[in-house]
């Protein structure tokens, strides 16, 4: 196996301008010192398929979702005390997805708006906060194994590792049909709304539809390299791309 480096140096002082992760690439638009404007848009093509489940409910309400990658146990018990302290959040499943890699749910309902604001407020992968922006299926967790074109697996599914309940009831309606999804997928979320009072028949609303999504997913390999956030007053940009290539 051989691999491809493609490189972008912009030597001219950046004074102006934004740099964003999108669902299948790289996004740039800036102005340089001497006048000069750059814009520079990397696409890569899906290459792996996933199975996933929208957060959306039947009423257009949101149960929430989050995804969490390189982060410590630690700093995600820290995260989701916050999201419960600041927003009355009142339980969480966790889902391990690989090293420092979580997906996280609540089953309680929200309002479109209060899952940006929740969102824009953690450490939430850059990309999935903006995921329901421009979809009409909300955001989307994946719920089995991450395969290739040829049906290689290349991420496990994601493993129930822990429930967070901070609360003796929750503040909102639980979504019926998320709760009954998640118990037929994971024995373990199962026993739990079986088991605990605090998951209430009484708090589940009466939906039962459930959106299922296959979709495309990139491998990940896409990293940027630049002196400030923004790109404001930096000298030097860097983009670099790696694939594998078959030799």
């Not at 691999?3 to 299948?24: A, F, H, N, P, R």
């Not at 404007?37 to 989050?66: E, H, R, W």
């Not at 927003?87 to 209060?114: A, C, D, P, Q």
């Not at 194994?145 to 822990?162: A, C, L, M, Q």
Request: proline share 2%.
């Amino acid at each position: 196996m051989g691999y491809l480096v493609v490189m972008m140096m912009i030597e001219d002082k950046v004074v102006s301008g934004s740099l964003q992760l999108g669902k299948t690439g790289w996004y740039l638009s800036a102005k340089t010192e001497n006048g000069y404007s750059i814009n520079f848009n990397y696409v890569k093509l899906p290459n792996l398929t996933a199975l996933g489940i929208s957060s959306v409910c039947a009423d257009q309400q949101f149960v929430l979702f989050m995804d969490f990658d390189r982060i410590t146990e630690m700093q995600l018990r820290s995260q989701l005390n916050a999201i419960y302290r600041d927003w009355n959040v009142t339980h969480f499943f966790i889902f391990k997805t690989g090293y420092n890699r979580y997906h996280v749910i609540s089953l309680e309902k929200f309002e479109l708006s209060m899952v940006e604001r929740i969102l824009e407020n953690t450490l939430v992968d850059y990309s999935f906060k903006r995921v329901a922006i421009s979809s009409d299926s909300g955001w989307i967790l994946r719920v089995q194994e991450k395969k290739d074109r040829d049906g290689n697996i290349i991420r496990d599914r994601p493993e129930f590792f822990d429930c967070m309940i901070l609360a003796r009831k929750p503040y909102r309606r639980l979504s019926r049909a998320h709760i009954e999804a998640f118990s037929l997928m994971h024995f373990e979320v199962r026993q739990i709304i079986k088991e605990m009072g605090y998951f209430d028949e009484s708090h589940w609303d009466t939906n039962t539809d459930v959106r299922m999504i296959r979709y495309g997913t990139s491998n990940e390999n896409v990293r940027v390299e630049h002196d400030l956030p923004l790109l404001s007053n930096s000298k030097k940009l860097k983009i670099i791309y790696e694939d594998h290539l078959s030799l």
